[in-house]
Structures are given as C-alpha cells and as structure tokens.
C-alpha cells in the first residue's frame, strides 16, 4: 500500500540551528514529493517539490529537500531555523496524473528563544 | 490577486443540520478538491474534481457531498450523515501536479 510517513510528531530546535525533518514513503511508481508548511489555523504553503532531475531541490524561506531513492526518503533542511519556523509541516506523495496526494501526519516544530 | 478563498472561516452547526461551505479559485486551475484535518490524522481526501460537472469520492466521502457547476467553483455540503463533522476543512485547486490550498473553514457541530 502506498503511504507516507513523517517519523517525528514533535521536534525542537533552538533558534539558529540547523533542522532536518524527515519524510519516507511507500510508493510503486516514480514519486512526485512535496513539502508543505501550515501555521495554526491556516491553509498549507507549498516550501518545494520534487517531480525529477537533480535530487537537491531549493524551496522557499530557504528550505531544502534532497531525495534518495535508495532510502525512499524526502528528508526536508534548512541550515539556521527562524523563530517564525515553528509550524507544522506535511510531506506529500503522488504520481503523475492521479491528481491524489497522500499525506503524512505532520511533523509540528517548536522554535527556542 | 490570484488565489482560493474559502468561507466563512468559522462555521457552527447543530446536529442535523445540513451545512455548505464555499470554495473560489481564479488561478484557472482544472481540478480542485476538498480535504478534511483532524488532529494527528493529516489530511484526508474527501471529494475531488479534474473538470467541470465531473467529480470522483475520495477516502472518507460518506456524509458530504459535493457540485462542480463552474471551474471556479467546488462547494462542500456536509450533511446530517456525517457522524462527526467537527474539523478543519480545506480545499485546494491544482495544476501540473501541484496542488495549492486555501485558508481553510473551522466546522464546529454544537
């Protein structure tokens, strides 16, 4: 069965640190990946997306996201974390033309002062 | 500005009641869909559309249903057969395999 899993429920980091949120998936085909942003009682930003070519893709608010398709992983890192990080973040898998998106379960991050 | 407007933000039914929330996009996207979050659930795919008066069930369809009548359009009905609609809905429209989201409606059944 396909399926997305985001490992960790809850990460904190402190304030200019660096961060890695992690993403594996379960999928038959060549993956289209997506790593989405939602702050509290919002709708979700799109940070980047994966759909081929260089495994290294640049996102916005200077996020990155490299896939391994040997670890079925689309792990998300941003070098120095901003106190307006702190949010929940989404991986998301699809394939082309299906027009459904499987979502992970969401990772929430906490920022230190 | 383009973008997708979901309305109201807030919403409070009482049992039995069926309730509508609405969905708009003028990005000129062909599909669109609604989703519902619960927490530590993720979201979860209700209804979705890839053209106009054509949509396919999702995951957990039971209790809502949906009408796509305009591309700009795709209305949620949540009816008195879903047993718990309280949650956080959101819809989002998409193109070449991308898919962008809406602010959301918060449905709270009293």
């Known amino acids: 069965a396909q399926s997305v899993t985001q490992p960790d429920i809850h990460i904190t980091v402190s304030e200019g640190a660096s961060l890695e949120l992690r993403c594996n998936y379960s999928y038959g085909a060549t993956p289209y990946l997506f790593w989405y942003v939602q702050s509290p009682g919002q709708g979700l930003q799109l940070l980047l997306k994966y759909f081929s070519g260089d495994t290294l893709v640049q996102g916005i608010k200077g996020f990155e996201a490299e896939f391994k398709r040997s670890q079925s992983s689309f792990n998300l890192r941003k070098p120095s974390v901003h106190w307006s990080d702190a949010a929940e973040y989404f991986c998301?898998?699809?394939?082309?033309?299906?027009?459904?998106?499987?979502f992970g379960t969401g990772t929430r991050l906490k920022v230190l002062a | 500005d383009g973008g997708i407007t979901q309305s109201p933000k807030y919403l409070f039914r009482k049992e039995g009641q069926n309730v509508t929330l609405s969905c708009e996009q003028n990005?000129?996207?062909?599909?669109m869909y609604w989703y519902r979050q619960d927490p530590g659930q993720g979201l979860r795919l209700i209804y979705y559309?890839?053209?106009?008066?054509?949509?396919q069930k999702g995951d957990i369809a039971e209790g809502y249903s949906v009408s796509r009548e305009k591309k700009e359009s795709f209305p949620l009905t949540v009816t008195s057969a879903q047993k718990n609609p309280t949650a956080f809905y959101l819809c989002?429209?998409?193109?070449?395999?991308?898919?962008?989201f809406g602010p959301g409606t918060r449905l709270t059944v009293l």
């Open positions: 990005l000129n996207h062909d599909a």
């Open positions: 998301a898998v699809a394939s082309s033309g299906t027009y459904k998106y499987i």
């Open positions: 989002a429209s998409g193109k070449a395999d991308t898919q962008y």
């Open positions: 559309s890839q053209i106009v008066n054509d949509f």
